[in-house]
């Protein structure tokens, strides 16, 4: 079967990649570049990559149907809360617009199956802890509003039309590769894990950690990180069961355990064996006090199990990774 990868020199989409070439998938990656690196494209060999944007539906739909196009993977979108707040704009006219644009491509060229990154911003603020899919979806910035619009697209689709989707709401992705030849390098990078892994390596001089009056053990946030492999083997149970007749639907990615930032930058300190300097400061809008998934539907309904859930491989993969690529893919 030949799959479309949107997003597939990105973080999680590299990652995914790598899993469906190991299960016998034949790939075809469409990246805009804008967060992507080409870089991946001589790491990843067994899949061809086209640089093109999804907005371009022309192109979308060509690609779709010369390649006979089974099922589309959709990674390509912008996913900083922070970035999203400042420029909604930007956001609803990439992930909206654009993802309804890829749709219409598939719907054009009869393409049957898609999977959707979504995320646990499509939640915002948690009422009840663990967060299971139930829950009540008001998200509190641009970038988990225009995930979850899309996902009710895709629910009126899959009514309406010839579509089967099943849609990943992932909380805390890290980690890397174990290979240490793929890991995560964003411009900037502003996420947890990297940011303290940067400084312990001395190319960033220290962590700020955003908020030390949360109502938490220790005050600071509470996240569920998940390694992205663990990411990338779902996104195939979740196609090898929508193929095989499984009803569209959403699930839940995660640990079901919530890590504070004070405990990240602890592991981090014992996985590296270095001091980490860190600053106090102040909240960041916008972040929950807890964010920690119920995982429960997609461990029953696809029988997915993490295989790297320990906190402490999740980051010593990740520092396996910035060790040999201390300019992230610019190294290569
Ligand atoms: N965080 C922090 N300092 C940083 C980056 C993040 O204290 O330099 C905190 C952030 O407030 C949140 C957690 O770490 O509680 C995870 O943030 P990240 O940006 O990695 O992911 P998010 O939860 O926003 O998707």
Not at 19 to 42: C, I, M, P, W
Not at 165 to 185: H, M, P, Q, T
Not at 206 to 234: F, M, Q, W
């Amino acid at each position: 079967m030949h799959v479309l990868v949107t997003g597939g020199a990105g973080y999680i989409g590299s990652h995914t990649v790598r899993e469906l070439l190991k299960v016998g998938y034949r790939v075809t990656v469409l990246d805009n570049l804008s967060r992507g690196h080409k870089a991946v494209a001589r790491i990843i060999s067994g899949a061809e990559f086209i640089w093109g944007d999804i907005g371009e539906r022309e192109l979308v739909e060509e690609i779709l149907r010369t390649r006979e196009i089974q099922a589309v993977l959709h990674f390509a979108a912008l996913s900083l809360v922070g970035e999203s707040v400042a420029d909604p704009a930007r956001y609803y006219q990439n992930n909206v617009v654009k993802g309804i644009i890829l749709l219409e491509a598939m719907r054009a060229a009869e393409v049957p199956y898609f999977i959707f990154s979504s995320s646990a911003a499509v939640y915002g603020e948690p009422v009840t802890v663990p967060i299971d899919e139930e829950h009540l979806c008001r998200p509190t910035n641009p970038y988990g509003a225009t995930k979850l619009v899309v996902e009710e697209a895709l629910r009126w689709y899959a009514t309406a039309y010839r579509l089967k989707y099943i849609s990943l709401r992932y909380f805390n992705a890290a980690g890397a590769d174990s290979s240490g030849d793929l890991g995560e390098d964003h411009r900037p990078e502003t996420h947890l894990i990297p940011v303290v892994l940067q400084a312990a390596l001395g190319v960033r001089r220290e962590v700020t950690i955003y908020g030390t009056d949360y109502p938490t053990p220790d005050g600071t946030c509470l996240r569920d990180y998940i390694h992205v492999t663990d990411l990338a083997k779902a996104h195939v149970l979740a196609l090898q069961a929508l193929v095989a007749g499984h009803p569209s639907s959403v699930y839940n990615l995660g640990n079901e355990r919530g890590y504070s930032v004070r405990e990240i930058i602890r592991t981090a300190e014992q996985v590296t064996g270095r001091k980490i300097p860190v600053v106090e400061g102040f909240r960041r809008p916008g972040d929950p006090a807890v964010l920690v998934a119920s995982t429960r539907r997609m461990k029953e309904a696809l029988g997915w199990r993490p295989q790297y859930s320990e906190l402490a491989t999740i980051i010593s993969t990740a520092w396996h990774w910035l060790q040999r690529h201390t300019e992230g893919y610019a190294d290569i």
